[in-house]
Every structure is written in structure tokens, then in C-alpha cells.
């Protein structure tokens, strides 16, 4: 079941601007990005959905011109996936705190892993860049549970990072605009679907 979900998705390039994902839909979306796993479960993401088509049609000129800005366009929904910066996750903040207190209960266990956490992310860059790949894992869930909803998807980095912060209004001092994920329902039409390497050069077994 969980693999013909993930044969099934694919990269929509093509929406069809009159159907709309329903809100209990995205919902569920929404929960399987929620409950997504993560580093010292430090939920490094941030999801900004817009629905409406004129907030996307403000936007749309931040995407690469062509299929990117076309997909914003025509997609029902788009969400912006945000990573925290180390203004949020730095070891120290409230938000780290709370989180490392959620998670460990033994006070000295955590203040161990707390030591840990601190040496092994020392600057800014460091965490920044952790938390965008962080980020990945919830966007995986996220076109997997939609593709479970017979909902299509396609995640996008082919866009200008400042226009698109500055339109959204975004603090950098606290995120970064990691990925977009259009999701909407396919028009009509033969799916061209994008090659695999073979089984033999992906894996090897030591
Ligand atoms: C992080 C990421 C960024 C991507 N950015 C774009 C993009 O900007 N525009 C686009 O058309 N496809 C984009 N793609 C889609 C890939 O081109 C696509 O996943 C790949 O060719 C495999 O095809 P499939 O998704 O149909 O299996 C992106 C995919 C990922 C995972």
C-alpha cells in the first residue's frame, strides 16, 4: 500500500486551475508534516499555506519563469516550507529548552545531550544549514500523504529566495524559505515519468 503511494507520486507540472484541494484534506497534509520525525525532535520546519489564487498570482513572479511560476498559478494550494535559524535553535533559547526538557526527562542525561547538541552545530551556518535539510523529511511526508489523497504535488526550489521573502514578509533573522510544494489535481494527460538509476548502482552492500 505505503509503496504504490510512492510508485503513484509524481511531479505535477500541469494543474488543473479549477479543482480545489478540500480544507480536510489539507488538514491531513498539514498533520503528516506535524508529526514528521526529527533531529532531537526539533520540528525545524515552519509551513506558510496560501490557498487563495491571488496571493499566489502576487507571489508567482519570485518562481523561475516558466513551468515554475505556471504550477503556482494553477496549483490549489502552495505551501512555503520555512527552516528555523539558529536565532530559534541555538542551544540556549526558550524554544531549544523547552524541547530538550519535553524530550529528557534525567537531568543530567540531558544536560549531557544539551553539551552534545552545542559543540556539534558551534555556528550559525552550521544549524542554518542542519535545519534546511532537517526540513526535508516533513516535505517528503507532506507530497507522499497528498499523493495518498489522490492529491498531485511538486515540490519546488526554483525560486528567488529575497523577492519571495521580501513578499511574504519574512524575518530572516528567524527563517529561511527552504522549498515550495504546489499541490492541486493533475489536468488530464499522459504522465511522463522521470527515470531511476538501476537497483545495482544505488546500493552496496558491505
Ligand atoms: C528539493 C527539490 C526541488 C525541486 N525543484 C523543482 C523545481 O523548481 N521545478 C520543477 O519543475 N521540479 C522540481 N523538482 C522536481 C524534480 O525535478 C523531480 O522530483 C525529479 O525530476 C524526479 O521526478 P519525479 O518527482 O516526477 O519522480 C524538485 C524536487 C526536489 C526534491
Redesign the pocket.
Known amino acids: 500500500m505505503f509503496m504504490q503511494t510512492l510508485q503513484n ?3 505535477c ?1 500541469s494543474f488543473n486551475n479549477e479543482m480545489n484541494v478540500s480544507d480536510a484534506d489539507l488538514e491531513t497534509v498539514l498533520e503528516a508534516a506535524r508529526i514528521s520525525p526529527s533531529c532531537f525532535n526539533l520540528q525545524h520546519w515552519k509551513l506558510l499555506v496560501i490557498k487563495g489564487r491571488d496571493k499566489k498570482e502576487s507571489i508567482k513572479h519570485c518562481f ?1 519563469m516558466g ?2 511560476s505556471i ?1 503556482v498559478s494553477d496549483s490549489s494550494i502552495l505551501i512555503i516550507v520555512l527552516s528555523k535559524k539558529a536565532e530559534i535553535l541555538r542551544a540556549g533559547t526558550e524554544y531549544v529548552s523547552n524541547i530538550f526538557n519535553s524530550l529528557y526527562e534525567d537531568e543530567l542525561i540531558r544536560k549531557h545531550i544539551y553539551e552534545g547538541y552545542a559543540k556539534k552545530y558551534p555556528t550559525d551556518e552550521d544549524i542554518n544549514n542542519w535545519s534546511k535539510r532537517q526540513c ?1 523529511l516533513a ?1 517528503s511526508n507532506i507530497v507522499n500523504c497528498a499523493t495518498s489523497l489522490s492529491i498531485n504535488s ?6 528567488k529566495e529575497d523577492p519571495l521573502s521580501e513578499c511574504i514578509n519574512l524575518d530572516r533573522n528567524l527563517y529561511d524559505p527552504v ?1 515550495c510544494i504546489a499541490l492541486g489535481y493533475a489536468k488530464p494527460g499522459k504522465i511522463k ?2 527515470t531511476r538509476i538501476e537497483m545495482e548502482e544505488l546500493v552496496e552492500f558491505l
Open positions: 507520486r509524481y511531479t507540472r523561475h513551468k515554475n504550477m526535508m516535505v511538486a515540490i519546488m526550489e526554483g525560486f522549498v515519468r522521470a
